[in-house]
C-alpha cells in the first residue's frame, strides 16, 4: 500500500498517513532531522543532516545507511532510477556515496 511521507524536522519522527486525513507517527530511530523525503522503485528514502539516510520498504520500519564520503542532503528526488540528494547519490537507494558538487 502506497503511504504519504512527510518528515517532521527533529527527532526522527516521520509522519504517515494513507488518505492524506489520519497520520501516525513512525520513527527512523535516529535523532536526525528529515529534509527530504521520496520514494521511487518501492523504497522511501529520508535524509537530514549528519550523514542522515533512511530506507523504509514501508514507511513505518526504516534501517539508516551510510554514505562514504558522509554527506548531508536537505532535499531528496527519485527519477531514471536514481536518487538524488544535495551531495548525495544512489543507484538503488540502498548503498549511497557523497557527490562533490560545485562551488559555483
Not at 519522527?13 to 494513507?18: A, E, G, K, P, W
Not at 536518487?83 to 562551488?103: A, E, I, K, Q, R
Request: charge should be neutral; glycine fraction near 18%; aromatic fraction near 10%.
Amino acid at each position: 500500500m502506497l503511504r504519504q511521507v512527510c518528515g517532521s524536522g527533529q527527532s526522527g519522527n516521520i509522519y504517515v498517513s494513507t488518505n492524506l486525513t489520519n497520520w501516525i507517527t513512525a520513527n527512523t530511530g535516529g535523532g536526525e532531522s528529515h529534509t527530504g523525503v521520496c520514494y521511487g522503485n518501492g523504497l522511501y528514502v529520508a535524509v537530514g543532516a549528519y550523514n542522515g539516510v533512511f530506507t523504509s520498504g514501508d514507511a513505518l520500519h526504516w534501517i539508516q545507511k551510510t554514505c562514504a564520503p558522509p554527506a548531508s542532503a536537505g532535499k531528496i528526488a527519485y527519477g531514471t532510477g536514481f536518487c538524488f540528494g544535495t551531495g548525495l547519490m544512489s543507484v538503488d537507494g540502498t548503498n549511497w556515496s557523497g557527490v562533490t558538487l560545485p562551488t559555483t
